[in-house]
């Protein structure tokens, strides 16, 4: 429905998204989508998509030797003028199921290149809103505001379906078309679990403790980085973190059969989380996650890389 109003509002019909996104599975989410397994099959898609590499400084398309990663947003201003007829520009702000996170630079300039071309910026941030970054919006972390902003998921307090588009009041101009209707829409039940759950994180201060945490699970994470050579990156916001597990910390190469192991091992001991990319474990605890909880299950985890470390006879343990 967004990229329909972007349509709507700007009269250009194309839209670009990242290669490795997620937006749905939808024929026109898959369609917009950038993860090849979903395409596999299916087809004719829906017309229209390009796709520019996501900014990534650990192992992108583009790497530099800084860390730097504005130019993946110069890329898409390449894509904007070279193709032409560009509505929108879809994103999350932060990558969820492998943990990618931007620079501030990169997405100012994202922004900015939006603002020059009159291309729709929305922010995707159905996995990752409504707390997870220590911001109700993970795009405020970065001082930015979208044209579009999807949420969903965590809306409805991870129990009810529920989902909403919010936009800026000059672009509510299409009250004549019909964008999609659903039979499940305006659910008078989902919206009370949604104000419910507004009202406690409000009340309950969770955005402070998400930032509290995350500083924490931050210097965990970077201990056990520095203690055990199959740990190649860590990265995250709030309470979502991605832990890119190689073989060779110079040479980056994944680490596959060991983030299989260190997944069945912490399953074991009650700890469950995603494998994204074959290599990187995906933890994002409930923001309700007590101080207590979160080191029982930083200790399980920091248990099972370190038996993966021994048991795969990396050097160093």
Known sequence: MALKLARHITGNFKVVSLWDSFHGASLD????????CFREGMGPLMAGVERIPPAISYR??????DGSDVHYADYLEYVIEKEGGIGAFIAESVRNTDVQVP?????????EICDKHNVLLIIDDIPNGMGRSGEWFTYQAYDIEPDILCI????????????AMVTKDKYNTAAQVSLGHYTHEKSPLGCAAALGTIEAIEQGGFLDKVNADSQF?????????ATYPVIGDVRGIGLLWGIELVTDQRSKARAYAEAESVLYECLNQGLSFKV?????????????ISRDELCRALNIFESAISKVCRDYKYSSI
Not at 29 to 36: M, Q, Y
Not at 60 to 65: K, N, Q, T
Not at 152 to 163: Q, T
């Open 103 to 111: 620079s501030k630079a990169y997405w100012k300039r994202i922004r």
């Open 276 to 288: 994204s990319q074959g290599n990187v474990i995906q933890l994002s605890p409930p923001l309700i």
């Open 60 to 65: 992108g398309a583009f790497p530099r030797d």
């Open 217 to 225: 699970v931050r210097e965990e994470l970077e201990r056990m980085k």
């Open 29 to 36: 989410a898959i369609s917009v989508g950038g993860e090849a």
């Open 152 to 163: 969903g998921k965590g809306l409805g307090g991870g129990i009810m379906p529920i989902a």
